[in-house]
């Protein structure tokens, strides 16, 4: 993949947590309506690498660019507004806030919500009904649902997605491969998934990667035949 | 009868409009901000230049909540942002900060009392009683504060990013919301309530640089009350407030100016979250 052509590039990145290094020299990009998943057991570095693209951690070395532009040193929230929509695995959602202003949220524009709204709810037509609904009282899988639809409110360029499938019945689990492929369909969204379910991250996913101790071990396309078994490899080691 | 219960009413709202600065930077910010009642006495002395000046004595209200915003704005940029890690510290800043603002009112006006022009004065008849105009016109204002208050929080953008930062500020700013500008715009809005609640207050007390100081206690008093909502520094408002005013009229006057204090830490004894916090 070129990295000048890509929408996110990430090169040489290291970072983690006070002393412990956690990523290690990681370097991945993801074109224009690309989706890239990255795969590991727990604490291997995936959400970390996450984490530091958004400028949560700071990096120690490397750089990220999106769309060309170099934002490793940039904070959250100026990441945030190049376009980009990241759900993370872990207090996700706004517990106390009502759906819509869930919503809301990811609509910085108001005058595009209504039209928004109309969209994702298509997707996931309960939403519509329930946006007076305090968001915590909503079952776990209906606030995954609420998460991607929150991040598709600002229809991004790219989505970071930290385990969306995590305790999640299968039924909710197409769902979500339907509706986030849909969009990549519809809008040319690019992804960059961190993921433990092999089966949905092949599925939506066109090339894939796998992380082990803080480095990219293995990767390749998911439509090959053999890479449900090499994955299956390194994370059965 | 008739008068007290005015009475109770007006002090809720004067209690509430005093607060209600304290109450928003503590919320967002989780800052005690205690150069509160210095922006208190800045308010006051605002309404003091006002009067000074020949200005309509109505014009001290808005005058005195821009000086408060802007210099809440420079405070937040200067002191209180590179303290953002040590909490503890920036409270102590505060703290230091509304020292220094009383000595610099004490260097620039001096020491002695001064009076301010009310703009309404005189007292009308209300429910049979005659009361003082200004009071009442207080009630009136206060309520239109704890309005222009839930309708910036709840039905504007910056509410909802507000209130999104108070609840989870790292998932606020991946969602592109710039905490940092939230919070110096918290900051500027405390202090001009502030320094408006200071100014609006000086026509029924007179203003010195100490001026802030006993409703610095008596605002974070009835903000950890309120458990940092507005609903409930409206009723909290109305029952320390009440039962001061009670003490003050049937009892004396010294125990009075205590009551809020005392009440306040019973209340709090017995339920630490505050009345109105789930």
Known sequence: ?237 | MGVLLLDIVTTAAILFAVASGLMIILGVMKLINFAHGAFLTIGGYAAYATTQLGWNPWLAIPFAALVGFVLGLIVERAIVRPLYARPLDAILATWGLGIIIGQVITIVFGRQVQFVQSPISGAIEFLGQSYSTYRLVLVALAAVLALALTALLYYTRFGLNARAVIMNEDLARGLGIDSTRVRLTTFGLGAALASMAGALITPLISVDPNLGLPWLVNSFMLVLVSGISIPGLMVASLILGGAQVVVSTYLSAILGGLTIVVLAAVILRIRPQGLFSG
């Open chain 1, 1 to 237: 993949m070129n990295g000048e052509a890509a929408i996110l590039a990430v090169s040489g990145l290291t970072s983690g947590y006070g002393e412990a290094i956690v990523v290690r020299g990681v370097s991945v990009a993801v074109a224009p309506g690309e989706i890239v998943a990255l795969l590991g057991k727990n604490g291997m570095g995936k959400s970390t690498l996450l984490k530091t693209v958004m400028g949560f951690l700071p990096a120690r070395e490397g750089q990220v660019t999106l769309h060309g532009r170099d934002v490793t040193r940039d904070p959250p929230y100026r990441v945030a507004r190049q376009a980009i929509a990241y759900t993370p695995q872990e207090q996700a959602i706004f517990q106390d806030l009502s759906v819509g202003d869930n919503l809301r949220l990811g609509q910085p524009d108001a005058r595009w919500f209504d039209e928004e709204l109309a969209r994702v709810g298509e997707v996931f037509p309960f939403l519509k009904e329930r946006l007076g609904q305090r968001a915590g009282t909503l079952s776990g899988g209906e606030q995954k649902m609420m998460l991607v639809a929150r991040a598709l409110m600002a229809r991004p360029k790219l989505m970071l997605v930290d385990e969306i499938t995590e305790g999640l019945q299968p039924s909710i689990i197409q769902r979500l491969a339907k509706a986030l492929l849909a969009e990549r369909a519809r809008t040319g969204m690019a992804m960059l998934l961190v993921e433990q379910n092999v089966r949905f991250a092949l599925e939506v996913a066109d090339r894939w990667a796998v992380v082990k101790l803080g480095e990219i071990d293995d990767e390749g396309r998911s439509d090959a035949p053999d890479a449900a078994a090499r994955i299956a490899k390194h994370l059965s080691v």
